[in-house]
């Protein structure tokens, strides 16, 4: 939160970092709520370890897991990756955002927008926007999951923060 709201004061962040981003859910992601204990190695984002977060209109559905239910419009989750070198450096991969649109906004992609920041905040991609195509590959591994959890994975249960 500190370091967002150095952004928002105009000053300037050294080396990678997602807040660097135009987009304000990129820059308010870190205040989120944290619904993983730690980061746990994902195969459907690259094998990069993330951690799962929720705003606060996704959080009371999200936090819930599968009992949850349907996410709301507006509920936005979040997932900042990162690798880590052989040496044991870890370097930042892209922050994995989807938020949940208005019924009929985006039928082809369960109606969530996907959205990939690079790790220099620029835009890898987000759905009916820049590269929107490209994030097609998110709408499908998502929707492959099935309409019982509203497109949502969920994490491995050793990494949940308990209710």
Not at 89 to 108: C, D, I, Q, T, Y
């Amino acid at each position: 939160e500190e370091q967002a709201a150095a952004i928002e004061a105009g000053e300037s962040i050294e080396g990678p970092s997602w807040l660097k981003s135009n987009l304000p859910e990129a820059r308010a992601f870190l205040s989120w709520e944290t619904v993983s204990t730690g980061p746990y190695s994902s195969a459907t984002h690259g094998g990069r370890y993330v951690v799962n977060l929720a705003d606060e209109d996704a959080a009371p559905t999200y936090r819930q897991f599968e009992a949850g239910g349907a996410m709301p419009a507006g509920g936005i989750l979040g997932k900042p990756s990162f690798t880590v070198s052989p040496d044991g450096h870890a370097v930042l991969g892209p922050l994995f955002l989807m938020e949940k649109a208005e019924a009929g906004a985006s039928p082809g992609t369960g109606d969530w927008i996907y959205t990939a920041v690079m790790p220099d905040g620029s835009l890898m991609g987000r759905t009916g926007g820049q590269n929107g195509e490209a994030m097609q590959f998110c709408a499908a591994c998502h929707m492959g999951i099935g309409a019982e959890t509203d497109s949502m994975t969920y994490l491995p249960e050793a990494y949940r923060v308990s209710n």
